[in-house]
T-cell receptor, first 112, second 113 residues
Framework: GENVEQHPSTLSVQEGDSAVIKCTYS??????FPWYKQELGKRPQLIID???NVGEKKDQRIAVTLNKTAKHFSLHITETQPEDSAVYFC???????????WGAGTKLIIKP | DAEITQSPRHKITETGRQVTLACHQT?????MFWYRQDLGHGLRLIHY???????NKGEVSDGYSVSRSNTEDLPLTLESAASSQTSVYFC????????????FGEGSRLTVL
């Protein structure tokens, strides 16, 4: 079945620097790739998503890129701020089983 | 404002007891999901429903059941709680269609002693 691997598990960056989180998926039929942010003790919330017919999508300081050939997609956060500290989850969706398959999460730490 | 609420937010129970976690959404979404979240495993799907009277098993459904008698509610029942079911449980909903934003509840922390 589909498998999503997410790296790194923990990422520590200096405030103002960029952060990149990468996910790889196994099923080439996957066609939808969302990213969720979960602050400590809170619920996950969608921050950006991308569909398989698009290579890149941006929303202010965050962007997602998709490489269908290599079967990986990445979250890019520029000019990181303290409020970016959270756990970030990637996921991939396959039409064949109508489910999202989730990565294990990346804890992003922004150092002042 | 539309929302999705879970209750109880915290529960401690004993092994072997039946436990029901409630999930209520006012988005009028057809799709509802139950996930459990454990350190190192991310979010794992327990059960899901695409409409009234529809329920489906997810990847970790053993020991859990759900029922969908109306659009708003999807209660999750642990028939005989086990220590391995100690976890944080999230309910979520989404509009029709198989892709799109999931709206999560605040989570229910369950401890099985």
């Amino acid at each position: 079945g589909e498998n999503v691997e997410q790296h790194p598990s923990t990422l520590s960056v200096q405030e103002g620097d960029s952060a990149v989180i990468k996910c790889t998926y196994s099923d080439s039929a996957s066609n939808y790739f969302p990213w969720y942010k979960q602050e400590l003790g809170k619920r996950p919330q969608l921050i950006i998503d991308i569909r398989s017919n698009v290579g890149e999508k941006k929303d202010q300081r965050i962007a997602v890129t998709l490489n269908k050939t290599a079967k990986h997609f990445s979250l890019h956060i520029t000019e990181t701020q303290p409020e970016d500290s959270a756990v970030y989850f990637c996921a991939a969706h396959m039409d064949s089983n109508y489910q999202l398959i989730w990565g294990a999460g990346t804890k992003l730490i922004i150092k002042p | 404002d539309a929302e999705i609420t879970q209750s109880p937010r915290h529960k401690i129970t004993e092994t072997g007891r039946q436990v029901t976690l409630a999930c209520h959404q006012t988005w009028n979404h057809n799709n509802m999901f139950w996930y459990r979240q454990d350190l190192g495993h991310g979010l794992r799907l327990i059960h899901y429903s695409y409409g009234v009277q529809d329920t489906n098993k997810g990847e970790v459904s053993d020991g859990y059941s759900v029922s969908r008698s109306n659009t708003e509610d999807l209660p999750l029942t642990l028939e005989s709680a086990a220590s391995s079911q100690t976890s944080v449980y999230f309910c979520a909903s989404s509009k029709t269609g198989y892709t799109g934003e999931l709206f999560f509840g605040e989570g229910s922390r369950l401890t099985v002693l």
